[in-house]
Structures are given as C-alpha cells and as structure tokens.
C-alpha cells in the first residue's frame, strides 16, 4: 500500500481495544499522522503493528506494512 496522507488507525475493533506501534514514528506517527520524505529522499517503508486485546491477557497482533511516498519534486520555481 502506498501512503500520501494521514492514515486512519481504529481504537476499537469488535469491542476490543486496539494499540498500534509504528516501526518509524517520524514518518507514520502512532496516531495515523503522515511525514512524507522530502523530494530529494526515499520513499520509506513502514511497519505499524496492531495490539488487539481480546480479553484480559489474550493478545493478538497484526502488522502492516506501509511505503510512504516521497514528496514530489516542485518545478514552480524552474525558469526556462
């Protein structure tokens, strides 16, 4: 999946509480904000992890992995 804007991360699924953790926080914040490199980077690929606590104790996790592009280039100030 490729990410350009703020992503949606759900609290809860199925009454059950959801954590989330992020491989690289500068990039994809825990709470969905979107840093996107600058034009002159990479792309960034990023892991966010999903805690789902079921019931007390019983935890599963799911990751997603996240390419965060890079911001495009802006020409505007190119003079011909």
Request: aromatic share 4%.
């Amino acid at each position: 999946n490729h990410v350009t804007q703020n992503v949606t991360l759900q609290a809860i699924s199925s009454q059950s509480a959801v954590s989330w953790s992020s491989s690289d926080e500068n990039t994809i914040s825990t709470n969905g904000n979107v840093t996107r490199p600058n034009a002159k980077a990479t792309d960034q690929l990023v892991t966010l992890t999903a805690t789902i606590e079921k019931e007390p104790g019983t935890k599963v996790t799911r990751e997603f992995k996240l390419l965060v592009k890079k911001q495009v280039p802006d020409y505007s100030s190119v003079v011909n």
